[in-house]
Protein backbone atom coordinates (compact mmCIF):
# COMPACT_ATOMS: atom_id res chain seq x y z
CA UNK A 1 0.00 0.00 0.00
CA UNK A 2 0.91 3.49 -0.75
CA UNK A 3 1.91 5.88 1.91
CA UNK A 4 3.92 7.95 4.31
CA UNK A 5 5.71 7.06 7.13
CA UNK A 6 7.01 8.76 9.55
CA UNK A 7 9.80 7.26 12.61
CA UNK A 8 9.97 7.08 15.35
CA UNK A 9 6.40 7.30 16.60
CA UNK A 10 7.44 8.97 20.20
CA UNK A 11 10.65 10.51 20.26
CA UNK A 12 12.29 12.04 23.37
CA UNK A 13 15.21 14.47 23.67
CA UNK A 14 17.54 16.23 25.86
CA UNK A 15 17.93 20.13 26.17
CA UNK A 16 20.38 21.26 24.26
CA UNK A 17 20.44 18.09 21.40
CA UNK A 18 19.64 18.12 18.02
CA UNK A 19 16.98 15.33 16.91
CA UNK A 20 15.78 14.02 13.52
CA UNK A 21 12.50 13.02 12.29
CA UNK A 22 11.99 10.55 9.29
CA UNK A 23 9.40 10.97 6.91
CA UNK A 24 9.15 8.95 3.87
CA UNK A 25 6.44 8.62 0.96
CA UNK A 26 6.01 6.30 -1.55
CA UNK A 27 3.16 7.41 -3.47
CA UNK A 28 5.85 9.31 -6.37
CA UNK A 29 3.97 12.68 -4.80
CA UNK A 30 6.21 15.78 -5.65
CA UNK A 31 5.53 17.86 -3.13
CA UNK A 32 5.89 17.28 0.72
CA UNK A 33 5.47 19.13 4.11
CA UNK A 34 6.10 19.53 8.00
CA UNK A 35 3.45 20.70 10.43
CA UNK A 36 3.50 21.29 13.74
CA UNK A 37 0.59 20.65 16.22
CA UNK A 38 0.10 21.98 19.47
CA UNK A 39 -2.22 20.72 22.26
CA UNK A 40 -5.31 21.84 21.40
CA UNK A 41 -4.32 24.01 18.33
CA UNK A 42 -4.48 23.58 14.49
CA UNK A 43 -1.34 22.75 12.56
CA UNK A 44 1.30 25.14 11.67
CA UNK A 45 3.93 24.69 8.31
CA UNK A 46 6.97 25.07 9.37
CA UNK A 47 8.68 23.92 5.98
CA UNK A 48 7.30 22.86 2.74
CA UNK A 49 9.45 21.46 -0.65
CA UNK A 50 7.85 21.33 -4.40
CA UNK A 51 10.44 19.75 -5.73
CA UNK A 52 13.79 17.46 -5.11
CA UNK A 53 16.66 19.98 -3.90
CA UNK A 54 14.31 22.90 -3.18
CA UNK A 55 12.45 23.87 -0.09
CA UNK A 56 10.35 26.99 1.66
CA UNK A 57 10.37 28.18 4.70
CA UNK A 58 6.71 28.18 6.73
CA UNK A 59 5.49 30.35 9.62
CA UNK A 60 7.71 28.45 12.01
CA UNK A 61 10.96 27.66 10.65
CA UNK A 62 13.14 28.94 12.78
CA UNK A 63 15.16 25.93 15.38
CA UNK A 64 14.16 23.44 12.44
CA UNK A 65 15.86 22.39 9.07
CA UNK A 66 14.97 20.07 6.74
CA UNK A 67 16.71 18.09 3.66
CA UNK A 68 14.86 16.95 0.43
CA UNK A 69 17.80 14.78 -1.51
CA UNK A 70 15.37 12.22 -2.76
CA UNK A 71 11.43 12.25 -4.03
CA UNK A 72 10.89 9.70 -1.33
CA UNK A 73 12.28 11.55 1.83
CA UNK A 74 11.96 14.61 3.97
CA UNK A 75 13.52 14.42 7.55
CA UNK A 76 13.12 17.64 9.44
CA UNK A 77 15.98 18.28 12.12
CA UNK A 78 14.80 19.91 15.09
CA UNK A 79 18.06 21.69 16.19
CA UNK A 80 19.10 23.44 19.67
CA UNK A 81 17.35 26.58 18.83
CA UNK A 82 14.24 25.61 19.00
CA UNK A 83 13.73 26.98 22.49
CA UNK A 84 9.90 24.98 23.01
CA UNK A 85 10.08 21.72 20.69
CA UNK A 86 7.75 19.75 22.53
CA UNK A 87 4.55 19.11 20.32
CA UNK A 88 2.96 16.60 17.29
CA UNK A 89 4.92 16.90 14.57
CA UNK A 90 3.01 15.50 11.17
CA UNK A 91 4.69 15.44 7.56
CA UNK A 92 2.27 15.16 4.82
CA UNK A 93 2.81 14.94 0.70
CA UNK A 94 0.56 16.47 -2.38
CA UNK A 95 0.73 16.19 -5.70
CA UNK A 96 -0.72 18.91 -8.28
CA UNK A 97 -4.11 17.53 -8.97
CA UNK A 98 -4.62 15.26 -6.73
CA UNK A 99 -7.33 15.15 -4.41
CA UNK A 100 -5.66 16.51 -0.36
CA UNK A 101 -2.68 16.27 1.49
CA UNK A 102 -1.92 12.63 2.77
CA UNK A 103 -0.54 12.79 6.11
CA UNK A 104 2.24 10.37 8.02
CA UNK A 105 0.85 9.02 11.47
CA UNK A 106 3.10 11.87 12.97
CA UNK A 107 5.87 11.41 15.73
CA UNK A 108 6.10 13.06 19.23
CA UNK A 109 8.79 14.74 20.37
CA UNK A 110 8.96 15.27 24.14
CA UNK A 111 11.86 17.57 25.81
CA UNK A 112 12.87 16.37 28.86
CA UNK B 1 -3.16 32.95 0.39
CA UNK B 2 -7.18 32.38 0.94
CA UNK B 3 -7.57 33.12 5.34
CA UNK B 4 -10.46 31.25 6.39
CA UNK B 5 -12.93 30.97 9.54
CA UNK B 6 -14.29 28.42 11.40
CA UNK B 7 -16.35 28.01 14.68
CA UNK B 8 -13.75 26.68 17.28
CA UNK B 9 -16.28 24.39 18.58
CA UNK B 10 -19.74 22.95 18.14
CA UNK B 11 -21.80 19.63 19.91
CA UNK B 12 -24.17 17.84 18.52
CA UNK B 13 -26.26 14.55 19.60
CA UNK B 14 -25.71 11.39 17.80
CA UNK B 15 -28.38 10.92 14.83
CA UNK B 16 -28.51 14.63 14.32
CA UNK B 17 -27.50 16.25 11.06
CA UNK B 18 -24.46 18.66 11.41
CA UNK B 19 -23.66 21.81 9.32
CA UNK B 20 -19.56 23.23 9.91
CA UNK B 21 -19.34 26.80 7.91
CA UNK B 22 -16.09 27.95 6.51
CA UNK B 23 -15.76 31.54 5.60
CA UNK B 24 -13.24 32.70 3.14
CA UNK B 25 -13.99 35.80 1.58
CA UNK B 26 -10.80 36.31 -0.76
CA UNK B 27 -10.79 33.14 -2.70
CA UNK B 28 -9.27 33.33 -5.39
CA UNK B 29 -10.99 32.44 -8.94
CA UNK B 30 -8.73 28.84 -9.20
CA UNK B 31 -8.90 27.97 -5.16
CA UNK B 32 -11.01 24.83 -4.33
CA UNK B 33 -12.25 24.07 -1.19
CA UNK B 34 -10.77 21.35 0.61
CA UNK B 35 -12.12 19.84 4.26
CA UNK B 36 -10.32 17.06 6.47
CA UNK B 37 -10.95 15.23 9.93
CA UNK B 38 -8.40 14.66 12.50
CA UNK B 39 -8.79 12.50 15.24
CA UNK B 40 -6.06 12.97 18.37
CA UNK B 41 -3.06 11.86 17.85
CA UNK B 42 -3.46 11.52 13.96
CA UNK B 43 -2.78 13.07 10.87
CA UNK B 44 -5.77 14.84 9.05
CA UNK B 45 -7.64 13.30 6.34
CA UNK B 46 -9.16 14.45 3.61
CA UNK B 47 -13.03 13.97 3.23
CA UNK B 48 -14.41 16.11 0.85
CA UNK B 49 -13.63 18.18 -2.09
CA UNK B 50 -15.13 21.05 -4.14
CA UNK B 51 -15.56 24.07 -6.53
CA UNK B 52 -18.77 25.15 -6.43
CA UNK B 53 -22.05 24.29 -5.86
CA UNK B 54 -22.53 20.65 -4.15
CA UNK B 55 -20.46 17.88 -3.92
CA UNK B 56 -21.55 14.62 -1.99
CA UNK B 57 -19.83 11.57 -1.24
CA UNK B 58 -20.71 8.97 1.02
CA UNK B 59 -19.81 10.61 4.07
CA UNK B 60 -20.20 14.23 3.83
CA UNK B 61 -21.59 16.91 1.48
CA UNK B 62 -20.10 20.07 0.78
CA UNK B 63 -22.54 23.21 -0.11
CA UNK B 64 -21.18 26.60 -1.78
CA UNK B 65 -22.91 29.19 -2.83
CA UNK B 66 -22.48 31.08 -5.87
CA UNK B 67 -20.17 33.79 -4.56
CA UNK B 68 -17.89 31.31 -2.92
CA UNK B 69 -17.04 32.88 0.28
CA UNK B 70 -18.39 30.59 2.41
CA UNK B 71 -18.47 26.82 2.60
CA UNK B 72 -20.62 24.37 4.57
CA UNK B 73 -19.59 20.67 5.31
CA UNK B 74 -22.84 18.47 6.18
CA UNK B 75 -22.24 15.63 7.94
CA UNK B 76 -25.56 13.37 8.15
CA UNK B 77 -26.70 11.65 11.18
CA UNK B 78 -23.54 11.85 13.30
CA UNK B 79 -22.33 9.03 15.94
CA UNK B 80 -19.82 9.44 18.26
CA UNK B 81 -17.26 8.65 15.94
CA UNK B 82 -17.32 11.37 14.31
CA UNK B 83 -16.05 13.30 17.41
CA UNK B 84 -13.16 15.31 15.78
CA UNK B 85 -11.57 18.27 14.64
CA UNK B 86 -12.64 19.42 10.91
CA UNK B 87 -10.55 21.28 9.00
CA UNK B 88 -11.35 23.53 6.31
CA UNK B 89 -8.48 24.57 3.74
CA UNK B 90 -9.13 26.66 0.14
CA UNK B 91 -6.30 26.62 -2.03
CA UNK B 92 -5.03 26.09 -5.75
CA UNK B 93 -4.71 22.20 -6.18
CA UNK B 94 -3.04 22.94 -9.24
CA UNK B 95 0.31 23.19 -8.05
CA UNK B 96 1.99 22.58 -4.93
CA UNK B 97 2.28 25.72 -3.34
CA UNK B 98 1.68 25.99 0.56
CA UNK B 99 -1.66 25.88 1.99
CA UNK B 100 -2.15 27.03 5.35
CA UNK B 101 -4.31 25.24 7.98
CA UNK B 102 -6.37 27.25 10.11
CA UNK B 103 -7.99 25.88 13.80
CA UNK B 104 -10.30 23.87 12.48
CA UNK B 105 -13.81 23.27 14.46
CA UNK B 106 -13.80 20.63 17.24
CA UNK B 107 -16.90 18.70 16.95
CA UNK B 108 -18.59 16.64 20.53
CA UNK B 109 -21.35 14.42 19.36
CA UNK B 110 -23.09 13.63 22.49
CA UNK B 111 -24.79 10.20 23.27
Known amino acids: DGGITQSPKYLFRKEGQNVTLSCEQNLNHDAMYWYRQDPGQGLRLIYYSQIVNDFQKGDIAEGYSVSREKKESFPLTVTSAQKNPTAFYLC???????????FGSGTRLTVV | LAKTTQPISMDSYEGQEVNITCSHN???????ITWYQQFPSQGPRFIIQ???TKVTNEVASLFIPADRKSSTLSLPRVSLSDTAVYYCLVGDIRNNNDMRFGAGTRLTVKP
Open chain 1, 92 to 102: ASRTPGYYGYT
Open chain 2, 50 to 52: GYK
Open chain 2, 26 to 32: NIATNDY
